[in-house]
């Protein structure tokens, strides 16, 4: 099975430990998404470091044109999707 590795830690695993990310900076639930994707874990620390530009993102979405409110608003949507169990 492919593994994935999370954009933050660059802890390496299988896909359904992560949460894919698309090149909208929106989470994707299925697995039917195409296009470029990445993978962030479902560790707090790690959906939180999205918000503050630190990760790999861009790179692996191949985008140098994030912008921080944008990593803000998709880090406090998957962490609301987390706490709440909805992922």
Known sequence: MPERMCVSCGIRN?????I??????EPQNTNNSTGRNAYVCRKIDCIQKLAG?????GM???????????L??????ILTKV???QD
């Open 20 to 25: 894919k990310i698309s090149t909208r900076l």
């Open 83 to 85: 706490i709440n169990g």
């Open 14 to 18: 299988e896909r359904s430990a992560f």
């Open 60 to 70: 692996s979405l191949k985008r140098t044109n994030i912008k921080k409110e944008d």
């Open 72 to 77: 803000i608003k998709l880090s406090n949507e």
């Open 53 to 57: 530009g630190k990760t790999r993102i």
